[in-house]
């Protein structure tokens, strides 16, 4: 017999919203782990101790995380998805019958709160962490990852005067010293230049701005072409807990939030005793950096490639007794010049040799000799040295594992594919809050695991204590019956 279901609205319902939403649901789980009263104590300055209560700090906290854990990217689909989610309400504390707070709470606070409230409940939930046990001081892992900025390449616009008009628009006497951003790296570390010496007097970021997002700049990837992006930058432990974050213009150089993060992660962890990061960072200047805090570094020093097809540096071999090269047919190259600012020793071939070389055509594809350049630095050979050991080369490989996949989680889960706001301060709020999310998830999936390791335990422990009684029995009872 077919059924046919009659819905008669009722006007009152004898519910609780607890027991609706089930035991094992992620957020009951996070609620029984994470506290977050502490928000209270950090926004207490921000209010008066007079007038209309606001809405709670802790709710609009937990909505927000609620938005990032979920991957709700509009805050008004947020107050939407919080109204008809059950296990939602229940997080926030709301009941079915309660309003819930408007959208407009969130923009209000990060004018309000700023950068600071977010940073520190990303390192109140570190913290968390490492009070369970989740985190590990072997050492640091760093990389970063380039985020699109909410604005089109369309809204770009040229900047008045171009950096070599206004150059030429000021006169003689009034022009300052023509100093390169950061200028040139002398040997002596200075973390407020690091990975801005370079020549900006062309730079496109110079040049022209978005009116949308005038702190995004434009980059170009192969496969994704040219747009508006931000940089994520991430630290993380061998595990996978983030332990710090950064954001910059894309057009900067990575090494340039080196000192951020490290600095980021000793206020929490202590000065990790290794770091591991993939070339980008091999600069001498970012190595030395690191050096100078008794981190060791398994990051490959920044060298110049060859072309393809051509013989590459490591077919050349030195030999430090007479500080000289030999080539693939046994012709030495001798030391010629020295590059003072990038710390190069340059080498080069005899002119004659090369030209009557059978493998000319393997070697080089212009001019008429080879050059080939050695570092004169002992930062880049310590580096190298750890590099290339055992342990180096393994950390390399946990970095590659570990940090891309939780760029790949926060990009494809978690809202970081996109900014969701304009402008830096904004962004990196952006960036702490997925941060916040993964270090969440992760706590919750960790200790689940362990739960699990100690339940199966105990049911192996109880299963053999069964076969043990078992077997003890059948002994006993076969001792009894023999004659």
């Given at each position: ?160 005067l171009s950096p070599g008009q ?24 200075d973390k407020n230049k690091m ?78 005793p290794w770091v591991a990061a ?206």
């Amino acid at each position: 017999m077919q059924g046919k279901k009659d819905f008669n609205q009722r006007i009152y319902y004898n519910i609780n919203l607890d027991s609706l939403v089930p035991k094992d649901h992620f957020l009951k789980r996070l609620e029984r782990l994470v506290s977050f009263d502490f928000v209270r104590d950090i926004t207490k300055s921000y209010y008066s101790h007079t007038g209309k209560p606001s809405i709670d700090p802790v709710v609009l906290v937990k909505m927000l995380l609620v938005g990032y854990l979920f991957n709700i990217r509009s805050e008004r689909k947020l107050v939407e998805e919080i109204s008809l989610n059950l296990a939602y309400r229940w997080y926030i504390g709301y009941d079915l019958d309660e309003e819930i707070p408007n959208h407009s709470i969130f923009s209000k606070a990060r004018t309000r709160f700023g950068r600071k409230l977010f940073l520190e409940i990303f390192e109140k939930i570190l913290v968390r962490c490492i009070e369970l046990g989740l985190v590990s001081s072997e050492g640091m892992l760093i990389d970063s990852t380039i985020v699109r900025a909410d604005a089109s390449d369309g809204s770009m616009v040229e900047i008045g005067l171009s950096p070599g008009q206004y150059w030429k628009s000021l006169d003689r006497k009034d022009r300052p010293k023509k100093k390169l951003s950061g200028a040139r790296y002398t040997g002596e570390v200075d973390k407020n230049k690091m990975g801005k010496r370079r020549r900006d007097i062309n730079r496109l970021s110079l040049r022209k701005k978005s009116k949308t997002d005038p702190d995004a700049t434009i980059v170009y990837k192969p496969g994704m072409g040219s747009h508006l992006s931000y940089k994520a930058h991430i630290a993380t432990d061998t595990n996978g807990i983030i332990t710090a974050v950064s954001a910059s213009p894309s057009v900067s150089h990575d090494i340039g939030a080196v000192p951020i993060l490290v600095e980021s992660h000793e206020r929490i962890l202590g000065t990790p005793p290794w770091v591991a990061a993939d070339t980008k960072y091999g600069s001498e200047e970012c190595l030395a950096y690191l050096q100078d805090k008794n981190i060791k570094t398994a990051i490959r020093p920044e060298t110049k490639t060859s072309k393809p097809g051509y013989f590459s540096k490591n077919k050349f071999k030195y030999n430090s007794s007479r500080d000289c090269y030999v080539c693939p047919n046994g012709k030495f190259l001798k030391r010629r010049s020295k590059n003072y600012p990038q710390n190069r020793i340059n080498y080069s071939s005899n002119k004659k040799d090369c030209n009557l070389c059978p493998l000319k055509g393997k070697c080089i594809s212009a001019g008429s000799f080879r050059t080939v350049s050695r570092y004169d630095s002992p930062c880049y050979w310590k580096a190298r040295d750890w590099y290339d050991s055992g342990y180096g080369q393994v950390m390399q490989k946990l970095r590659h594992t570990v940090i891309e996949g939780v760029f790949g989680q926060a990009k494809t889960y978690h809202g970081m594919a996109k900014a969701r706001f304009r402008g830096l301060k904004k962004v990196e709020i952006q960036f702490m809050l997925t941060a916040t999310a993964l270090n969440l998830k992760k706590m919750v999936k960790m200790l689940d695991i362990e739960e699990i390791k100690e339940r199966l335990s105990n049911e192996i422990s109880n299963i053999a204590q069964t076969i043990e009684n078992i077997f003890r029995n059948f002994l006993t009872n076969t001792v009894i019956e023999a004659p």
